[in-house]
């Protein structure tokens, strides 16, 4: 057990006194890990305590062979297709913590040009690896955080910004956010995915639920907390809905099934995206009653466009 879990903490984001929100459970063992999860009295976020490392371990996986990339390339299209469908052929999209480079190069696909992002290195060779039969100049892959968005951009600015599971591992989310504001213009679209820490999921596998990823996300958010972190950059949201199963993280498989999450066993992540498309219609199910296990929002930089 950690030592004194009743003890608040000040929450690392406002300074208010925070709540004990649980202690999760290693997925691998089962066996608790010497970390717990708060929630702000004030802003309402959640936090992990400890804060996680700087060298977050194992990146996403990505998909393996030429059938399962095309599989995963026509789940993230999908994905982008509500802010795709939003913006005009050749419009500017930044890309922040693009990871393999899936949603660039789908959004590439529907016309878009893009700016892909990603401050880890494997990830970034990927990235290059999957543009390299686009036509030249439609996807640059570029190795930055997004708190170095401002050097990335030299001054332009991009019609939309993506941050697709990145805003739970930023050690400072609010300046992430600032940074992505200032390299959007006017009116530009910001689009996000987080997990859910109130979806039915998260309740459901308690201490055990996949979307915690203790060693990995910094913040823990719940559709208010999202609005407010949103709002407070700058960003006004129309409304924020929820996704779930059927591609990354398919927080459901792999809360049922940790041995086949490709992050505990890189080998068996085909094993693992073969549950995920069998529990489709059980995430269809949550994601109809606004219960799904991923955050979804598309908001609005202040300023005319
Ligand atoms: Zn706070």
């Known amino acids: 057990m950690v030592g004194a879990v009743n003890e608040p903490i000040p929450c690392p984001r406002c300074g208010a006194p925070s709540r004990f929100l649980l202690q999760p459970r290693d997925r691998a063992q089962g066996a608790p890990v010497a970390i717990r999860l708060c929630t702000s009295a004030v802003c309402g976020v959640g936090f992990t305590d400890p804060a996680p490392g700087d060298a977050a371990p194992a990146p996403a996986a990505a998909p393996g062979g030429e059938v399962e990339e095309r599989l995963a390339l026509r789940v993230v299209a999908a994905g982008m297709a509500p802010l795709a469908s939003r913006l005009a052929p050749g419009s500017l999209v930044v890309d922040v913590g693009a990871g393999s480079g899936l949603r660039a190069r789908a959004l590439a696909a529907r016309g878009l040009r893009v700016i892909a992002v990603e401050p880890d290195a494997v990830e970034e060779m990927r990235a290059h690896a999957m ?11 570029v190795r930055a955080g997004a708190e170095h968005l401002d050097e990335v951009m030299e001054g332009r600015r991009a019609d939309a910004a993506v941050m697709w599971h990145v805003l739970e591992h930023l050690p ?3 300046r992430g956010l600032a940074a992505v ?7 530009g679209l910001l689009n996000v995915a987080v997990p859910n820490r109130d979806s039915a999921e998260a309740r459901a596998f ?17 559709a208010d907390a999202l609005r407010l972190v949103l709002g407070a950059a700058g960003f006004s949201v129309a409304d924020i809905g929820t996704r779930g199963g059927w591609g990354y993280p398919s927080g459901l498989a792999y809360s049922l099934a940790p041995g086949l999450d490709p992050q505990v066993h890189p080998r068996r992540g085909l094993l693992g995206r073969a549950l995920s498309a069998a529990l489709i219609p059980v995430a269809g199910a ?16 202040a300023g005319e466009p």
């Open 286 to 301: 949550a994601r109809a009653l606004g219960q799904g296990g991923q955050l979804v929002t598309i908001a609005r930089r």
């Open 206 to 222: 308690g201490p055990r639920w996949h979307g915690w990823e203790p060693s990995r996300h910094r913040w823990h958010l719940d």
């Open 172 to 174: 400072h989310m609010d």
């Open 181 to 187: 504001g200032r390299v959007l213009r006017p009116g």
């Open 131 to 141: 543009m390299s039969t686009l036509p030249a100049g439609r996807v640059t892959v």
